[in-house]
């Protein structure tokens, strides 16, 4: 139990273009949502918790304007790298939990290349 | 201060050895602890978590927890080479259930 999948797996876009990372919960319900960016070689960093309908909250030093996040149902949230610039390709991860004490899973990660 | 503190490493064992791996944190509130195995180019993967104190065992996995030392190990017997990757420990405070702490990782490698 407890799968989280997230699309797509890898994505190469042009810069000034926006690109759609997807996040689903298969098998629960996912009040909370989290959105982490790695760069290579470097611990994860949360950029942000989507919470089912309301706004997310974002780490000091993201940019909610560039990363939307829209948590429209208890298994889906979206991250919308807008107008992407090379520098924000990375490795963007989501995870979510199933109930209030259980571990964190991790989706398979989404790897952006901005050209 | 950090909030989870992990020896980056690289932390090399001969394969068969067993492999040792540590983190400390700060809260001494924190009830929930997690490891997780991050391969190269991939997401984290959870290997073992531990709320109570003393030993849990899974496997070839034994995860320790010392809350008067604040201080979570892993242990990995009888290590493989396909072990080989960096371990990220992980910690939940009392205070919030939302609210995850990584360490930096820990790069393992198990050479043959």
């Known amino acids: 139990g407890a799968v989280v999948s997230q699309h797509p797996s890898r994505v190469i876009c042009k810069s000034g273009t926006s690109v759609k990372i997807e996040c689903r919960s298969l098998d629960f ?7 982490y960016r790695q760069f290579p070689k470097k ?9 089912e ?17 829209n948590h429209a149902s208890l298994t889906l949230s979206t991250l919308t790298v807008t107008s992407a610039h090379p520098e924000d390709s990375s490795f963007y991860i989501c995870s979510a939990r199933n109930s209030g004490d259980s571990p964190l899973h991790f989706g398979n ?5 901005v050209t | 201060q950090k909030e989870v503190e992990q020896n980056s490493g690289p932390l090399s064992v001969p394969e068969g050895a067993i492999a040792s791996l540590n ?27 531990i709320y109570s104190n003393g030993d849990k065992e899974d496997g070839r996995f034994t995860a320790q927890l010392n809350k008067a030392s604040q201080y979570v190990s892993l242990l990995i017997r009888d290590s493989q080479p396909s072990d080989s990757a960096t371990y990220l420990c992980a910690v939940n405070p009392l205070y919030n259930f939302n609210k995850f702490y990584f360490g930096s990782g820990t790069k393992l490698n198990v050479k043959p």
Do not use: H
């Open chain 1, 29 to 35: 319900q996912a009040t909370t949502m989290f959105w």
């Open chain 1, 43 to 51: 611990s994860l960093m949360l950029m942000a918790t989507s919470n």
């Open chain 1, 53 to 69: 309908g309301s706004k997310a909250t974002y780490e000091q030093g993201v940019e909610k304007d560039k990363f939307l996040i």
């Open chain 1, 109 to 113: 990660g989404t790897r952006l290349t």
């Open chain 2, 23 to 49: 983190c400390t944190y700060s809260d001494r509130g924190s009830q929930s602890f997690f490891w997780y195995r991050q391969y190269s180019g991939k997401s984290p993967e959870l290997i073992m978590f």
